[in-house]
């Protein structure tokens, strides 16, 4: 994934996109479907 594929844009790609856990995989296809919820899943 590149930064500008990112629903939450580049802030939370820098903060995670190095994270592969299962649990920010899943926020990542959830703020995907609903960009709305980037504030609480990648604060």
């Given amino acids: 994934m590149e930064w500008y594929e990112h629903p939450c844009g580049l802030r939370a790609f820098a903060k995670y996109g190095e994270d592969d856990t299962p649990a920010v995989r899943q926020a ?15 604060p």
């Fill in 28 to 42: 990542y296809f959830l703020t995907q479907k609903d960009p709305g919820l980037c504030s609480k899943l990648f």
